[in-house]
């Protein structure tokens, strides 16, 4: 697979949003203490912004108001005619994107790092919307590299029917973080301290690219959606099951393909690019 997205220039402006859902409380509390004091994320001539996205469904610890939030960062809504009448999410949408974009362009932020929780049990995940985004791939490595032994997964959303407009997507690099099991509207402190380091790593790596560091050929596996399969239902549309107890909050099963692709990746102020492989493992 042919690389195409190359970061050459040093990052300048990073976002960091919680509360995109409601009542996933750990990027909110985060964000919020960050805003009182955002010591521990700032690296030197690096912007870092945190920001609470859904403030409405925040304060109702609910996970939207009027429709998902994560959902609606198309180019229909973003363009639609500002108006009382338009849900709240989609309105917020285009505050957002007057904040950190426009989406698509080159005034919009670098990178912005978008915080969840789960109720599965996924431990610490990367969300990728990207294969051929080498300088994700690299930072994710990092990541994980860093948290070891602690694992952390990546989980790579492309897929041609089961596209969604993400929060995260009005920058150049949009980086889902998701963190689990945590119940909706709970914090755990376990759970806090992993999306912490998360992100510290993150801003570490962003902090050393800009530096001119170089890094090694690295591999990453990652997960894939194949498909989406729903509960058994009733004929009145119900669900008619339930998750078996042996299999209620059990990791992923393991992947039984590996495909691999090469790619190249460039840190700023090199002229050396480092050839790494990108492992998609596929489950079954």
């Not at 994320?41 to 912004?49: A, F, N, S």
């Not at 609910?62 to 229909?76: I, S």
């Amino acid at each position: 697979m042919t690389s195409c997205h190359v970061a050459d220039d040093p990052i300048k402006k990073v976002a960091i949003f919680g509360g995109t859902h409601g009542n996933e409380l750990t990027g909110v509390f985060l964000v919020k203490h960050w805003l009182e004091n955002g010591t521990e994320i700032q690296r030197t001539g690096l912007e870092v912004k945190p920001f609470i996205t859904n403030p409405r469904a925040v304060k109702k610890c609910t996970r939207y108001v009027d429709c998902d939030l994560n959902r609606v960062f198309d180019p229909e809504n973003l363009g639609k005619k500002m108006s009382e009448d338009l849900p709240y999410e989609v309105r917020r949408a285009q505050e957002i994107n007057h904040l950190f974009g426009p989406k698509d362009s080159e005034d919009s932020y670098d990178i912005i790092f978008d915080l969840h929780n789960t109720t599965s049990n996924m431990g610490c995940t990367l969300i990728l919307e990207d294969s051929r985004n080498d300088f994700l791939i690299q930072m994710f490595h990092y990541i994980k590299m860093s948290l070891a032994p602690l694992p952390c997964y990546v989980y790579l959303t492309e897929h041609p029917s089961l596209k969604y407009a993400t929060t995260r997507s009005i920058a150049k690099y949009a980086v889902g973080i998701e963190v689990g099991p945590q119940p909706q509207g709970v914090l755990r402190a376990d759970i806090l301290d992993q999306m912490r380091k998360m992100i510290k790593h993150a801003l570490d790596f962003i902090h050393n690219f800009n530096e001119g560091k170089e890094f090694p050929p690295c591999a990453i596996e990652v997960y894939k959606i194949m498909e989406k399969v729903d509960y058994p239902r009733n004929k009145s549309g119900e669900i008619a099951a339930i998750i078996h107890p042996k299999l209620q909050q059990s990791q992923a099963p393991s992947p039984r393909k590996a495909l691999s692709t090469k790619s190249r990746t460039q840190p700023a102020a090199s002229d050396s690019p480092l050839a790494h492989e990108l492992q998609l493992l596929l489950l079954h």
